[in-house]
């Protein structure tokens, strides 16, 4: 006999001992983000008959084989790819609704209003100095608006700017703890509690990294992982023990661009791709807020300059600079209005060129070219609003279908702490068993 | 076997839970409010109709108040057209008078003293303010419509026509008369105008002609043309407040119209917003007595 129940037991001790000790990490770890529920692996351990010893008995208890991570590669896989998916929508309604915040609180369409209401009442007394005033102050509001709204967009852009800038540098951090981890993981022993732990802390980066940009990872057998950026077939961001740097540069009009060492790489999900889509959006939306601006700015001084002012002169401009950031009330006094047509002496009551003002206003549907931009953006915000709604939803079930798989159930622990409990206890039996049978054989007289 | 880990249950409570509150949340918002759209994005096809209408409706407003300026402007016309006309009658009472032939000289002179006065009482009521300070009469004149030119003969140096208010949704109306509307008139194919008549009877009376009782029957016949010219101008000036009692009771009966579809668009259905409220929170209410339920179950209170 190789082998004694003595032995037999106490490997059953240890045993059931381990399994006490990784039921009460699961239960203490219930909570962790990212923990995978760890089962212990074990295995009998006995010797296979050999020549003449066919009858044998070679029993010698149960060998603890490691531990084993509950993880299914594909659903981490399914989590990674639809929580970037749900990130790059989340952010992108973001940036869409404080564009239209930016928008719709600056409050151009009924500042537009006001004005074009302020011009319409001049037309009762065009000679009233508080009637010209009242268009004047009207105007410079119209303007402030504008200029509000300009400045909340490059608001969103810088936080954009700054955003894109601060996960570029996560990405980064990231890559390189990724890279030291493959060093760690290639020396790990399989199964060790050690190597368990490195393999949690490995899917958590992967985690982050798809939160910032789409990265496809690939593992090897030593567990040991290889990123690539940009999709399956985008430069390589990790790969064995190095890490490649990525950098972003910002154009001259304020979108992103990112390069991986000396290649370009495109980002489809995360909050990169968000940030970078964003910018493009914002910058977008702002030449179109120009365009409204400028169209305003020819159109008043236009019609502006075809009349005369109460003294007689000729028309000057409305307003000054150009684009929604630059537009500025030229006009410092209400008696420089030219409401008159011209050829028309000082004073006169002549509301000719202020109608003319009014309805070059009208055609050239200032107020109709604002709000259609409020609506387009509102619209857009609405369509995002339903897409990050949808990708969210996804994400929350693929993590869901991994947290039940992968997470630890207390229940389920509960019962193993139970079950373990009892293996201790038999087993502690056994050796008791086997002290017995030691003490029986040696009162033998 | 799916089972579902203690953490993803308390994941999914937390998201139903957080789901239904943000619910109960917003149909709140809009029950106080009273605003179906706190955003743009909350449906745009909505805002942008609100946007229109709200702009209607502040321009709706300033054509209000232009109807009012433009009926007041109207009615001190009208008043001052009033005492012309009394002014004109007073003169045919005179004309009438010195026509009898049994008149002294004398009395002629007094009888033409009393008709200049008259006519510079009509010479200053022609250059009549209207609320604003401008000349009544005087179409867009920034001064007078009358000045006085050599020889005491008052001269019209007002505009051609008086200028259009707009009472909105493309309808306008004339503000005002000028002068030589309704004071011009031809007599016997010649262009003259009342204060020329006024002025020709008077010089007759005081013995410019040699016969000043047939001139005086003569001005009873181009006083009448004249009280004519007033009198239709008035009526004029009758139908102009007409038109503009129409608009306003027009633009009341749109102003109606936009601030019901105004309710229909973005106000809040209360009735529907109160029981959708009453069954979100009955849902949260059984969602949270679940959870509690189940949260409070566990095997460690069972096993001893």
Known sequence: MSSDLLNIAASGVRAARAGLDVTSQNIANASTQGYVRRTLRQSEVALAGGYGRIGDLSLSGVRIDGLQRNADMFRQAEVRRTSGDATRAGDELKTWQNVEAALEQARIFPALTQFEGALQRLATDPVDPSLRTAVLEDARTLTKTFNIAANGLDTVATGLQFDAASGVGQVNLFAQQLAQLNVHLARATPGSSDQVSLLDRRDALLQNLSGQADVSASFAADQTVTVRIGGASGPTLVSGNTSATLASATAGDGTLSFTLGASPVTLSSGSLAAAAQGLVMVRDTKARLDAVADALIATANAAQGSGVALDGSPGQPLFSGSGAAGIALALNSGAQLATAPAGSPAGSRDPANLTAIRAALSTADISGQASGLLFEVASATQGRKLTSETLDSIADAARLALDSQAGVNLDEEAVNLVRYQQAFQASSKAIQVASDMFDTLLAIR | ?304
């Not at chain 2, 409570?13 to 149909?27: C, F, K, P, T």
């Not at chain 2, 010649?190 to 009877?201: G, I, M, W």
């Not at chain 2, 109160?274 to 959870?291: G, I």
């Open chain 2, 1 to 304: 076997m799916t089972t579902v880990s203690t953490s993803a249950f308390y994941e999914r409570s937390n998201q139903d839970l957080a789901a239904l509150r943000a619910r109960a949340d917003a149909l709140q918002a809009a029950i106080s409010s009273g605003q179906r759209l706190t955003t743009g994005s909350d449906d745009p096809v909505a805002a942008a109709r609100m946007r229109r209408l709200t702009r209607s409706d502040s321009f709706a407003e300033i054509d209000q108040a232009v109807a009012a300026r433009a009926s007041s402007d109207l009615t001190l016309t009208d008043q001052a057209l009033s005492s012309f006309a009394a002014s004109l009658i007073r003169v045919q009472e005179l004309a009438t008078q010195a026509a009898n032939g049994v008149l002294t000289n004398g009395q002629r002179a007094g009888i033409a003293t009393e008709l200049d006065q008259i006519r510079d009482e009509m010479v200053r009521l022609a250059n009549t303010r209207d609320s604003a300070g401008h000349a009544l009469f005087g179409g867009d004149s920034a001064g007078n419509a009358y000045s006085i030119g050599a020889g005491g003969v008052p001269l019209y140096v007002g505009t051609l026509t008086a200028s259009d208010l707009p009472l909105g949704d493309g309808q306008s109306v004339t503000r005002g008369l000028t002068g030589p509307e309704f004071l011009n008139f031809s007599l016997g194919g010649s262009p003259t105008d009342l204060f020329a008549v006024v002025k020709v009877l008077s010089d007759a009376l005081k013995g410019a002609v040699p016969d000043p009782a047939q001139a005086a029957r003569d001005a009873l016949g181009a006083l009448d043309t004249g009280l004519e010219a007033i009198t239709t101008q008035q009526t004029v000036v009758g139908a102009r407040l007409n038109w503009i009692d129409l608009n306003t009771e027009r633009a009341t009966q749109m102003g109606q119209l936009r601030a019901e579809e105004e309710a229909e668009v973005g106000g809040t259905d209360l009735a529907l917003a109160v029981s959708q409220l009453q069954q979100t929170m009955t849902v949260l209410e059984a969602s949270q007595a679940s959870f509690a339920r189940l949260a409070s179950l566990s095997l460690f209170d069972m096993l001893r």
